[in-house]
């Protein structure tokens, strides 16, 4: 690109990076780029000249809405293009309180295999920059207005991009530019232990979120190729955990993709109990939602309520996730899915 993207700058480095010599002109456009200003003739606070100059320099967006699919519950995906044709989906969620969050993804495909996950088949591209991230936000509240939350579940593994998300947080949470509470954003990791130990110690400081699927260490090998290695092996994963929690002083959440015939017996209800014990988490459960090609199958109703039901005996904190946006392929582990 011959011109320098605006959306992954802090209002400093925007003045210094345009050669600005007044200050305040960073943090002006700065302010813009927040509240979503999609052209710099918006900008009016800015003289003639300098927005002149804007256009011939800078970019608001380095990024493009190329589909927007809308889902009868009230879901919204947008597929985007990114400046080097690769394609990347984010979502639009709304709760039944009317809370809208923003589904966000941080790479352009996934290289974590997990078997149940349509991203996953896609293999990694790359890692999506700050600019990239934040404009993945800025698109969704074009569409829907002002969001609530921030999630990083969409498409890629967070803990392989940590910085780009740091620094979109950062921007995203400027009190001069979007002004987010990062007591809004969650982080889901598919259990990269160093990288729990390094957001423990050097932020972002968010709510966090573990993809664990199963606690049994083979079948979750099988289903998460992740956990082959023994750094994140459940032992490890659970000391993580634990030292996350201690450290932030934040209830972490236990995600888990249920499966019909694979991850919802008693056993593996018991080998969920033992591990969430001694740990401050929420647990988490997500019905399965179809993936083309993929060899598993949505647990029935009876199935999902007798899961719940033994882990709610054990005394276990625990919400049964609403699918939303399956028509669209916008449903957790479904990005990445074409779209009619």
Request: glycine share 8%; aromatic share 4%.
């Amino acid at each position: 690109m011959d011109k320098t993207p605006l959306t992954g700058l802090l209002p400093l480095e925007i003045t210094e990076t345009l050669g600005l010599t007044q200050k305040f002109r960073g943090m002006q456009i700065f302010k813009w780029i927040g509240n979503g200003a999609e052209s710099f003739s918006q900008m009016t606070n800015l003289n003639l000249e300098l927005r002149n100059q804007l256009e011939q320099t800078a970019l608001l967006r380095s990024s493009s809405v190329i589909n927007v699919l809308k889902d009868p519950d009230g879901t919204i995906k947008l597929q985007i293009k990114l400046c080097d044709d690769n394609i990347v989906e984010t979502v639009l969620l709304t709760d039944k309180e009317g809370r809208k969050t923003a589904c966000v993804s941080c790479q352009a495909g996934c290289a974590m295999k997990c078997a149940f996950c349509q991203t996953g088949t896609l293999g990694l591209a790359r890692n999506l920059t700050a600019g990239e991230i934040v404009e993945e936000f800025l698109y969704l509240e074009k569409e829907a207005g002002k969001l609530d939350n921030i999630v990083f579940m969409g498409m890629g593994e967070p803990m392989q991009n940590l910085e780009a998300i740091r620094k979109a947080v950062e921007i995203l949470c400027h009190k001069d530019g979007r002004a987010l509470s990062s007591k809004r954003i969650t982080l889901s990791t598919c259990g990269i232990v160093k990288g729990i130990y390094e957001m423990a110690d050097n932020g972002p400081n968010l709510r966090l979120a573990v993809s664990l699927t199963t606690a049994n260490e083979e079948l979750r090998k099988e289903l998460m190729p992740v956990a082959c290695s023994e750094a994140n092996n459940l032992e490890n994963l659970k000391k993580a955990i634990k030292y996350y929690a201690e450290k932030t002083g934040k209830r972490v959440t236990l995600e888990a993709a249920l499966l019909k015939g694979k991850n919802t017996d008693k056993t593996s209800a018991k080998n969920l109990i033992d591990f969430a014990k001694d740990l401050d988490v929420n647990i988490n459960l997500i019905p399965w939602n179809p993936v083309k090609n993929l060899p598993f199958e949505e647990p029935s109703s009876d199935e999902t309520k007798s899961f719940v039901q033994m882990l709610e005996n054990a005394g276990l904190n625990v919400t049964l996730r609403t699918r939303r946006g399956r028509k669209i392929g916008g449903a957790c582990g479904q990005l990445g899915k074409v779209s009619k």
